[in-house]
Nanobody
């Protein structure tokens, strides 16, 4: 059974840092690239990070480049999203997604003043 278990969301102050985790179960994690998306109320879903199967290449949009870092541990079947210098516009539900496999339920990140 495919499962994605996300954790690490919460309330953080403007300019602060937060780390998210995504444990993937039920499939061969190392065979797939992984994406992190976010969606804020009333806004389109936004891709914020992509990491290749081996974790040797990452891609970010300009909105988070230099502030977000995606990584993975294929032994632990876990992906991470480290976020720093958080801004109000980073407030959203974040979820991990593996194309053709599925995605998690999401974890809320709220940036406050």
């Amino acid at each position: 059974q495919v499962q994605f278990l996300e954790s690490g969301g919460g309330l953080v102050q403007y300019g602060g840092s937060l780390g998210l985790s995504c444990v993937a179960l039920g499939f061969t994690f190392s065979d797939y690239a992984l994406n992190w998306y976010r969606q804020a109320p009333g806004k389109e879903r936004e891709l914020v990070a992509t990491i290749t199967r081996a974790g040797d290449n990452t891609v970010y949009p300009a909105s988070v480049h230099g502030r977000f870092t995606v990584s993975r541990d294929n032994v632990k079947n876990t992906a991470y999203l480290q976020m720093r210098n958080l801004k109000f516009e980073d407030t959203a539900v974040y979820y991990c997604d593996v194309p053709q496999i599925g995605r998690g339920q999401g974890t809320q990140v709220t940036v406050s003043s």
